[in-house]
């Protein structure tokens, strides 16, 4: 199946730094990707739907000056944490969308990052 | 996007034993699917049942589909240790762009 690769796996940062967090599709094109959140012992949240070469749409309640979400390329959706605070920490999530659309409409999601602000 | 919900919260039983979980739904929709998450890892697809199926199988997994009442469950048959783990279900509705509708998800615990 496709893969969808996460990077980093997990980071620590101390409050008031950024943090990026980077999406790859491996050997597939992805049009859209989503961004999720998952608190301990939650679900998923999305957060925002990141379309290649266009504008990030973010969920409501989800800043996106402070999320911000890049999808400059069809293999790679990035999430800037921008000047992060203890409350940003959380599991961030991505899925990916093949270009030539989906097989049993199934999502590749990637491995996560975990996040902890200090 | 959050709209599912799931019972039992936790489930904890011996292994060998069966378990099952379900999800609610609230509207209508193309697809239902499972996912399990490891502890602290990311989500690991298990199966997608249409809105036009009742039932599927893949493996030790039964899926069950009710649109009359908005519902599924999931069947984990002679359950092991490494199914431990949270098992979410995700639906599909029409015309959402393929963004997944999630459940709040079942904490399993398979108690050797």
């Known amino acids: 199946g496709a893969v969808v690769s996460q990077h980093p796996s997990w980071v620590i940062c101390k409050s008031g730094t950024s943090v990026k967090i980077e999406c790859r599709s491996l050997d597939f094109q992805a049009t859209t990707m989503f961004w999720y959140r998952q608190f301990p012992k939650q679900s998923l949240m999305l957060m925002a739907t990141?379309?290649?070469?266009?504008?990030?749409?973010?969920e409501q309640g989800v800043e996106k000056d402070k999320f911000l979400i890049n999808h400059a390329s069809l293999t790679l959706s990035t999430l800037t944490v921008t000047s992060a605070h203890p409350e940003d920490s959380s599991f961030y999530i991505c899925s990916a969308i093949p270009a030539n659309g989906l097989e049993n409409n199934e999502q590749f999601f990637g491995p996560g990052t975990r996040l902890t602000v200090l | 996007s959050q709209q599912g919900e799931e019972d039992p919260q936790a489930l904890s039983i011996q292994e060998g034993e069966n378990a099952t979980m379900n999800c609610s739904y609230k509207t209508s929709i193309n697809n239902l699917q499972w996912y399990r998450q490891n502890s602290g890892r990311g989500l690991v697809h298990l199966i997608l049942i249409r809105s036009n199926e009742r039932e599927k199988h893949s493996g030790r997994l039964r899926v069950t589909l009710d649109t009359s009442k908005k519902s599924s469950s999931l069947l984990i048959t002679a359950s092991r240790a490494a199914d431990t783990a949270s098992y979410f279900c995700a639906t599909d509705p029409p015309d959402s762009n393929y963004q997944l509708i999630w459940g709040a998800g079942t904490k399993l615990i398979i108690k050797p």
């Open positions: 990141s379309n290649e070469g266009s504008k990030a749409t973010y």
